[in-house]
């Protein structure tokens, strides 16, 4: 398995682009899972598509068109949709998949999401390669936190999956003063060290039992 954590789905961007390419290959096939939307922002299978939708969908041409750069196909790219996917459906599109892509957005609600359609056995037990930005980088970790922001008033720790058990992850760091009280606090409750990757600029990749950072990642033993 390849755990790919990322910043945003910019995926093109020339600081990324050469290290991403010993991983995605024109010949592979993605399975996005779009869940990790803001419950006050989608209600509806309407409201869904307004952000994912092929035709419409505002953050669509942005995501697809970063694994086409790679040169993978848009039709082997799918989503899976909270509204009109089923377990049977929805675990045939990750199965079918090279690449599994979780979006950014909220983590926790991500889980929840992914527990109520009844994928989680098979996004566990899924060992090629998982990618994600944001809340999509977090959720790969067995516990992550989370730094006080608009969506979420105070420091938690979250449960994700058990893919990454070694470091924990501040993402967006731009080094203010919420984030160093979330890392001091991290170094004092937990004995892991903490990545923490530049707003827009820094991503991690786990390759077996090899870390690789790019770009802009701070290190915080």
Known sequence: MVNILLEGYNIDEPWLKSELSNYLKPYMKVAVVALSFRESRVKSNEDWLTLYGRSAGKYYSGIVGGFTSYGIDEENITF?????????????????????????????KLMDRIKDLGIYEV??????????????????????????DSDYPEFKYYEGFPYINDFY???????????????????????????????????????????????DVKFIE
């Open 80 to 108: 899976i949709n909270y509204f009109t996917d089923t377990k049977e459906s929805a675990s045939l599109k990750i199965n079918n998949a090279d690449i599994v892509y979780f979006l950014g957005g909220m983590p926790d």
């Open 123 to 148: 996004l566990l037990n899924f060992d090629k390669i998982i990618m994600g930005y944001s809340a999509g980088a977090l959720i790969q970790l067995s516990e992550y936190h989370i730094t006080p």
């Open 169 to 215: 992850l501040e993402v967006h760091f731009e080094n203010n003063r919420q984030q160093y009280f979330s890392i001091q606090r991290l170094k004092k409750e937990r004995d892991k060290p903490i990545f923490a990757t530049k707003l827009g600029m820094g991503a991690i990749i786990v390759d077996g039992d090899e870390i690789k950072t790019v770009g």
